[in-house]
Structures are given as structure tokens and as C-alpha cells.
């Protein structure tokens, strides 16, 4: 069975861009979830998906973050315009109850 | 609001010393808590839960609900147990986590 599979596995943007970090949950989980680890700090939850709905936004920064789940399958995560302080690592993990998240390897977004 | 305390961000031992990785939460409710382990160049991966009780690779780890604390400890360490440890807490139905700082255990020769 696949893992939970995140793209790309790094990524360096200059400030004011915009960059999409995609995840691919495991199949038949409904619960995905978005977390980011910035530098030295601990891995915050951004937010929740249950299949396309959001369950719970309350972790995202601000509205320069937007997610979306495309008929309940791929998770893509948009930052627009990126600021250095958006650099950090970002987690998706999915779950088939609200119990154990299998998590992605994470992205490593660098904002330069 | 939840949260997770992991008071030791490096800890450090020799092989076949025993180690306690510290985690301390605050919650209202009965949480559930998990360890979470990334090894070098691997992805998170869930280690153990309070609730199966159970030991993984040599570690357990035990609810201590008066003392709000999830300690994780393994009896004689290995080299490859380095690596980065995550103490979790999920409030029940709810799926989200949280997480402590994360503690990097290096486990000398």
C-alpha cells in the first residue's frame, strides 16, 4: 500500500511568490491534515480536512494560505505571496479514523 | 487549549544505558497521546499510544494522569534508536494533534 506521498520534496521561492505544495493522502482515508515545522520550533497543525470539507481551518497563519481538496482525494496547499517566514517544513498526514495519522515525507519550502 | 511539553530538546546516552524521554501535556479532558519517531532521512512514523499499551522496539510508555505526563523510556538504548522523538496529544473525535518540541536522541557507541 502507498504511503502518504508529498510533492515536491523541496522547494526554494523568492519572496512574493507563489508556490503549491501538493499531497496525496492514502487511499480510502478521509481525514487529511496539514502541519508545519518551522526552524527549531515544534510542528504546528495548520488544518483538517474531512474528504473536500475543511473540518477545522483554525491552524492556518493568515490568508495568504489557502487549502484546497479536490473531490476528496489530493490536498493542494498555496502560499501566495510567500515571506521568509513562511520557510519551514510541511506535513500532510491522513488518517482513516482520528486516531493514528500516517504522515508524507514533508516539503521543505525555503522563501529567499 | 492543549498542550505538549518535552522539557529536553537534545538528550544524549550511551548504548546500553537506559533513557527517558520526558512529555508532559495539559488538557482538561482524557487525551490521547501518542510518541511519534523520525529517524535520519525517514518520514514521521507513529512509535507507540497510550491506549494499546503495548512495547515497540523496547519502548514503552505510560499515562501518568495525575502527573499529566506520557514519559517515554526503553531500558538499554541502541545506536539506532537516534533520531527525533514527537510526544502527540489528540483530544478524542476531534483528530487533530498536537505536538511538543520534539526531543533529538543520540545514542553514543
Known amino acids: 500500500e502507498a504511503g502518504v506521498t508529498q510533492f515536491p520534496s523541496h522547494s526554494v521561492i523568492e519572496k512574493g511568490q507563489t508556490v503549491t505544495l501538493r499531497c496525496d493522502p492514502i487511499s480510502g482515508h478521509d481525514n487529511l491534515y496539514w502541519y508545519r515545522r518551522v526552524m527549531g520550533k515544534e510542528i504546528k497543525f495548520l488544518l483538517h480536512f474531512v474528504k473536500e470539507s475543511k473540518q477545522d481551518e483554525s491552524g492556518m497563519p493568515n490568508n495568504r494560505f489557502l487549502a484546497e481538496r479536490t473531490g476528496g482525494t489530493y490536498s493542494t496547499l498555496k502560499v501566495q505571496p510567500a515571506e521568509l517566514e513562511d520557510s519551514g517544513v510541511y506535513f500532510c498526514?491522513?488518517?482513516?479514523?482520528?486516531?493514528?495519522?500516517?504522515f508524507g515525507q514533508g516539503t521543505r519550502l525555503t522563501v529567499v | 487549549a492543549q498542550r505538549v511539553t518535552q522539557p529536553e530538546k537534545l538528550l544524549s546516552v550511551f548504548k546500553g544505558a537506559p533513557v527517558e524521554l520526558k512529555c508532559n501535556y495539559s488538557y482538561s479532558g482524557s487525551p490521547e497521546l501518542f510518541w511519534y519517531v523520525q529517524y535520519s532521512r525517514q518520514r514521521l512514523q507513529l512509535l507507540l499510544r497510550?491506549?494499546s499499551r503495548e512495547s515497540i522496539k523496547g519502548f514503552t510508555a505510560d499515562l501518568n494522569k495525575g502527573e499529566t505526563s506520557f514519559h517515554l523510556k526503553k531500558p538499554f538504548a541502541q545506536e539506532e534508536d537516534s533520531a527525533m522523538y514527537y510526544c502527540a496529544l489528540i483530544k478524542p473525535n476531534a483528530g487533530k494533534s498536537t505536538f511538543g518540541d520534539g526531543t533529538t536522541l543520540t545514542v553514543k557507541p
Open positions: 498526514a491522513s488518517s482513516q479514523d482520528f486516531t493514528e495519522a500516517f
Open positions: 497510550h491506549i
